[in-house]
């Protein structure tokens, strides 16, 4: 039995750190090559079970190196990979990093192996699914797989979590089967059609997604924290500040954290709080996989910058202030 299954992409990062982002046409000089374990599904699993928590990966990567090297990094991190198949069609997904100086990243994903996870690599692990507490899935696999395996959670009364990342449109059927919704202001901003562009325009855009469907959002909003909804508070959650060396992986991280705080029993907004934290620990380290946190790093640095409480608003005090 696992706490959490997660369903979805496994990666290779190439990643060249550079000065600045080239122009179009432009050539610049970077860094050496850093080949490293990524992938959203994948950097998700690792964060979670960093954080000492149960988890089992379902995905596919290719009969290559690189394939191997992602099922053997998982592995040492504790994640159960019994759900990832070989695929002998395709290859390792991989994904093109581009590291600035200020730590922001550029990414261009080829897909790979990761476009042939089907509703078969799925069934085969009913059981799993069944006995975890959660399901969390991103959008870097076909987007029919991630709708069969909702509905197959569903049924079995899974708790399910989705990250829409990349951003596509959400079917209706899907967000009515979502418990918690966590994304990004980019990708809030497409799903609600208007922009969002600071802590302010977030409260007032996140009321609008409970209605949709999810119990629960989450619209992470980089250095500004994160503003969070239960469906009757709305709260700003902010964030810690930190030296930022390189930020690929923090969402994954931050959902790392938010899904074991939720395991731990812990609220909406002290769930996101833990998330912050592990996000914050994850921007000061270089890389991907490599740069998530032990539940021991965690905790020496809450030793040291405890979660302060904060006063949420609620969704009617906050409509009657307008």
Not at 113 to 141: C, K, T
Not at 300 to 318: Q, R, T, Y
Request: hydrophobic share 45%; glycine share 10%.
């Amino acid at each position: 039995m696992s706490d959490v299954v997660v369903i979805g992409s496994l990666n290779i990062d190439l990643v060249v750190r550079v000065e600045k982002f080239p122009e179009p046409g432009e050539t610049i000089a970077g860094s050496d090559l850093q080949i490293i374990p990524g992938g959203k599904g994948a950097n998700q699993a690792a964060a979670i079970s960093r954080l000492g928590k149960s988890v089992t990966m379902i995905g596919r990567v290719g009969r290559d190196d690189f394939g191997k090297r992602l099922i053997d990094n998982l592995a040492l991190f504790n994640v159960d990979v019994c759900g990832i198949q070989r695929d002998a069609t395709r290859p390792t997904g991989s994904a093109l990093i581009t590291v600035d100086s200020q730590g922001e990243n550029w990414i261009v994903i080829s897909p790979g192996a990761n476009a042939q996870v089907d509703g078969e690599d799925i069934d085969q692990h009913l059981s799993i699914i069944r006995n975890a507490g959660y399901l969390l899935l991103q959008f870097e696999i076909p987007l029919e797989s991630v709708i069969h395996a909702a509905r197959v959670a569903k049924g079995f009364g899974t708790k399910i979590i989705v990250n829409p990342a990349p951003f596509m449109p959400i079917p209706p059927t899907l967000m009515k089967e979502i418990d918690v919704l966590i994304l990004n202001e980019v990708e809030a901003s497409s799903l609600l059609a208007r922009e969002i562009r600071d802590i302010q325009s977030a409260l007032e855009a996140i009321r609008l997604v409970p209605p949709l469907g999810p119990q629960a959002v989450v619209i992470t909003l980089g250095g500004d924290g994160c503003v969070v909804s239960d469906g009757r508070e709305v709260k700003h959650i902010p964030p810690y500040q930190v030296p930022v060396v390189d930020s690929t992986a923090a969402g994954d991280a931050f959902i790392g954290g938010f899904v074991s705080g939720l395991l731990d029993k812990l609220s909406i907004s002290a769930a996101a709080k833990f998330g912050n934290t592990c996000g914050a620990l994850t921007v000061t380290k270089a890389g991907a996989q490599t740069s998530l946190p032990s539940l021991n790093e965690v905790r020496a640095f809450l030793d040291d910058f405890p979660m302060s409480s904060d006063k949420g608003v609620s969704i009617e005090e906050d409509r009657r202030s307008q």
